[in-house]
């Protein structure tokens, strides 16, 4: 059983370039996120999704996109990278079932942007 | 969003017990307490969770004040492994049910 698989592990941009960052669940979750992890900071959550097809935005949305076409995927963008998005992101799951269900993390994403 | 309320960092020796605190004062009836903790350089993993009444697991066991303003999580024997930072988290009606993460406590165990 695999979990939550992210993709790539580690990646390097230069400033305005692309990428898009892959989550993959094989638990049959409703629930995806996407956080973003600073030096000594907590988790932020910049995306998240209820189930297939939608979308929400959390805390720290700017400068992100995401999508949700497949139940079991949820796929992070950065249309043009900047320095401040150099962190490391992490992709979660969940059942909807309200308070008591947990969540299952990624091992996350570093990306840097020079 | 609901806050949390945690001490930045603490300290416990290895094989006693650790009482790790959380204030929650905002907390309304129907948010679940959750307790995370992020090993480094891994994603956060789940520790335990409850809603009124104290919780044991295999891992943890969680403390809940009677008017759940306050949570403890307390593990009975700390080992060099549950060195971590511990994240204690609502969720609930009052949170859009998501997880929103605060900065935690990091524990620090001495051999």
């Known amino acids: 059983n695999a979990g939550v698989t992210q993709t790539p592990k580690f990646r390097v941009l230069k400033t305005g370039q692309s990428m898009t960052l892959l989550c993959a669940q094989d638990?049959?979750?409703?629930?995806m996120y996407w956080y973003r992890q600073d030096p000594g900071m907590g988790l932020r959550l910049i995306h998240y999704?209820?189930?297939?097809?939608?979308?929400a935005k959390g805390e720290v949305p700017d400068g992100y996109n995401v999508s949700r076409l497949k139940k079991q995927n949820f796929l992070l963008g950065l249309e043009s990278a900047a320095p401040s998005q150099t962190s490391v992101y992490f992709c979660?799951?969940?059942?909807?079932?309200?308070?008591?269900?947990?969540?299952?993390f990624g091992q996350g994403t570093r990306l840097t942007v020079v | 969003d609901a806050k949390t309320t945690q001490p930045n960092s603490m300290e416990s020796n290895e094989e006693e017990p650790v009482h790790l605190p959380c204030n929650h004062s905002?907390?309304?009836?129907?948010?679940?307490i959750h307790w995370y903790r992020q090993l480094p350089s891994q994603g956060p993993e789940y520790v335990i969770h409850?809603?009124?009444s104290n919780v044991n697991n295999r891992m943890a066991s969680l403390a809940i004040a009677e008017d759940r303003k306050s949570s403890t999580l307390i593990l009975h024997r700390a080992t060099l492994r549950d060195a971590a930072v511990y994240y204690c988290?609502?969720?609930?009606?009052?949170?859009?049910?998501?997880?929103?993460f605060g900065t935690g406590t990091s524990l620090t165990v001495i051999p």
């Open positions: 999704s209820v189930g297939e097809g939608t979308t």
């Open positions: 979660a799951s969940s059942y909807p079932d309200i308070g008591g269900e947990k969540a299952f």
């Open positions: 409850g809603l009124t």
């Open positions: 988290i609502l969720r609930g009606p009052n949170t859009g049910n998501q997880f929103y």
């Open positions: 638990m049959n979750h409703e629930y």
């Open positions: 905002t907390i309304s009836g129907t948010d679940y």
